[in-house]
């Protein structure tokens, strides 16, 4: 009869009850009447066992530690937990051979009778052997949300930080409105409706086309991680992914490569507005830019201890690069003055571009570049930089392993390219020509007049 509870009702005449409770001493039994109300519990958990009513509980006297159980003689299983300060109803049972126990409510909010119904509703389905933790678990992974499914698959896969970033910008500033949905309810009218929705022009001046499609690709592989790692009886919360449906009807923005360019007679104009802004860190990272091809990341998180000035040489790491290879480049004259320059004057900051505060890194400003441009008469995004850099690169008949090697492209297609060594001393005539020519370009209009 170890930790067995055995209840014997309405034995002989006096309607004794008898509980065998777990208890260290196990030899220990108490007997208590049912209408004896004065009777106190000798090991504070097992209580008595009356017919719960509103007069006796009324005579209740709490306990002044721990917790009395009062168990119903007329509905097994059905309880009242007794504690200082609070008095709740309770059922118990073994559902699938273990014991469970669920509170039903406070004594305050439920009459007996109530607490009765509402017991043997919970009695019928662990009868039906429902258990109420699994079920609990159950209802949990049923209502994850995007926001938690977003935050376990940042947490658990190995992602570049600018990714991580990319992840907590867009989501957020796309699917805001969705991040407390369950994941398992978007369905595909709304992929649909709010992929088309993201078509609208952005303040860069481009359609929204690409954002779009990048920000329902992150949805898509968001949904496949909950499906994944998010099971209910061996079933996925999630069976088919509703970014499918932009697939099979077709309805993916056709991916048009951006062309724009700095043209060369736009160059003066473009130099002049850049030079005549009186925030110095952001004139040297436009420059910076458009004379490397940088990535506007991989320039604007650049520190010092990326700068080799004995080599003369700028490296972005490899957990930074966009291939997630180093990029090693050499820096010429020009730039070389530039960041020296910068490096004199660094203050406290890691960073050699860095933002207010000089915490962190320069953060790329939309009215500064809308100024520029609106002087300069021409409309660029950052990326047209990277874009001219290359443009000039190649009008200077540099070779083809050159300029993928001067703008770190992995050449993972090119087999023949994956066996050329170029030595970051190979680029550096390369660098400086560059830079000569568009200290050319910039120039042409005074060498005109």
Known sequence: MLARELFLKRIAGNALSMTLSKHKNFSEVSTYCLHDFTNTPINGKAGKMPKLTKMFIANIKPPEKGQIIYRDSSLLGLGLRVTRGSASYIVEARVNGTLRRVTLGKESQLTPTAARKKAQKVLA??????????????KRI?????????????????????????????????????????????????????????????????????????????????????AANYEIDGNPIILMNPIKRLSHNRRWYQKKRRQTVIPDHKLPAWHDAVISLRHQTIKDYLLLLILTGLRRNEGATLRWEDIDFQSKVLTISAEKAKNGIEHRLPLSDYLNELLHRRYLDRGDSEFVFPGRGGKRHIVDSDHVISGVATKAACPFILHDLRRTFLTVAERLTLSYVVLKKLANHSGKNDTTFGYVVVDVERLREPMQMITNEFIRLFNQRNADQ
Not at 196 to 218: D, F, I, P, Y
């Open 142 to 226: 049923r209502g994850v949300t995007l926001q938690e499914v977003l935050d376990h698959y940042l947490s658990v896969r190995n992602l570049k930080p600018n990714t991580v970033r990319t992840y907590r910008y867009m989501v957020p500033r796309c699917l805001g409105d969705w991040l407390d949905l369950p994941a398992a309810l978007i369905t595909r009218d709304m992929v649909e409706k709010r992929h088309t929705s993201l078509r609208k022009t952005t303040r860069q001046g481009t359609t929204g086309e690409a954002q779009a499609n990048t920000v329902m690709h992150m949805l898509g592989t968001l949904l496949n991680f909950a």
């Open 125 to 138: 389905s662990f009868a039906a052997g429902k258990d109420p933790t699994i079920e609990r678990a159950k």
